[in-house]
């Protein structure tokens, strides 16, 4: 089956570095991948829908400055976490849909801790 | 705005028993309904869906809209059925990523 890899699967850094968390489809190509944030205890929220070969569209609240997406292939987006910050630190999750399917597969997500 | 809303946060039951993981939504038009399962250690995936109609591991799920409600329920509960759920709802025409979580519930299922 369709298989999501997202990698770090934990990353630690310092206020102010930026933070780039990757996102694959496996087996199937992806050309639409979405980017959620999950924060300790709570529900997953969308962040930004990412389209291959254009711009991501952001959710309302997000800060596309903050969090920068590329999707540069058909199996490959980007999260960047730009000047990272305590408050950015969470458990961010990657999912993504091929072409022509209805189903979504997740990543297992990466946590962010800054300190 | 749509919304979902999971009341329970934990639930639990013991093995054999039957179980209800509450889901209500709130969404003036017609939505598409999900249950996704997270098992520990495991990443997020798809238990069922509305339009589906199925019933899958013993579980299934009835859209009632007149309730706006979509309960997740199994006649007898087994203790792999541990896991924490979550129901999601989707505006119809919109992409299938766009989901709207609710907060999860977290089933323990007790020997």
């Known amino acids: 089956g369709a298989v999501v890899s997202q990698h770090p699967s934990w990353v630690i850094c310092k206020s102010g570095t930026s933070v780039k968390i990757e996102c694959r489809s496996l087996?199937?190509?992806?050309?639409?991948m979405f980017w959620y944030r999950q924060f300790p205890k709570q529900s997953l929220m969308l962040m930004a829908t990412?389209?291959?070969?254009?711009?991501?569209?952001?959710e309302q609240g997000v800060e596309k400055d903050k969090f920068l997406i590329n999707h540069a292939s058909l199996t490959l987006s980007t999260l960047t976490v730009t000047s990272a910050h305590p408050e950015d630190s969470s458990f961010y999750i990657c999912s993504a849909v091929g072409a022509g399917a209805n189903v979504l597969t997740f990543g297992a997500g990466s946590r962010l801790t800054v300190l | 705005a749509q919304r979902v809303t999971q009341p329970e946060k934990l639930l639990s039951v013991f093995k054999g028993a039957p179980v209800e993981l509450k889901c209500n939504y709130s969404?003036?038009?017609?939505?598409?309904l999900f249950w996704y399962v997270q098992y520990s250690r495991q990443r997020l995936q798809l238990l069922l869906r509305h339009i589906s109609r199925e019933s899958i591991k013993g579980f299934t799920a009835d859209l009632n809209k007149g309730e706006t409600s979509f309960h997740l329920k199994k006649p007898f509960a087994q203790e792999e059925d541990s896991a924490m759920y979550y129901c999601a709802l989707r505006i119809g025409g919109t992409s299938y990523g766009k989901l709207t979580f609710g907060q999860g519930t977290i089933l323990t299922v007790h020997p």
């Open positions: 990412s389209n291959e070969g254009s711009k991501a569209t952001y």
């Open positions: 969404y003036s038009g017609s939505p598409e």
């Open positions: 087996d199937f190509q992806a050309t639409t």
